[in-house]
């Protein structure tokens, strides 16, 4: 098992920035990918950015050239820096990891989600 405890949500008048972060523990082995999705109000959960397998991250297009994703693997922590924010990056924030499990099999884990609000 995989636990995820995010933080960093909040409030923010848009042009600002916030930073979230997400602390993994536990069964930490054959991690094939962390990173961030979110879900706005009435629509589906969206992958915003990830440090995939190979070390190499990958970004929502609306994202790109504001948000910044990190690590540290020494914390297992990743980090989500967040500048230039708009009202349309409201929503909740999630952790995920996905784990290669045995031979062919896979868990994905969430966190509990920490909420971005945006004002105009």
């Known amino acids: 098992q995989v636990q995820l405890v995010e933080s960093g949500g909040g409030l923010v008048q848009a042009g600002g920035s916030l930073r979230l972060s997400c602390a993994a523990s536990?069964?930490?082995?054959?991690?094939?990918?962390m990173g961030w999705y979110r879900q706005a109000p009435g629509k589906q959960r969206e992958l915003v950015a990830a440090?995939?397998?190979?070390?190499?991250?990958n970004y929502a297009d609306s994202v790109k050239g504001r948000f910044t994703i990190s690590r540290d693997n020494a914390k297992n922590t990743v980090y989500l820096q967040m500048n230039s924010l708009k009202p349309e990056d409201t929503a909740v924030y999630y952790c995920h990891v996905h784990q290669l499990v045995g031979f062919g099999g896979e868990s994905v884990y969430w966190g509990q989600g920490t909420q971005v609000t945006v004002s105009s």
């Open positions: 536990g069964s930490i082995f054959s991690i094939n990918a």
């Open positions: 440090f995939i397998s190979g070390g190499s991250t």
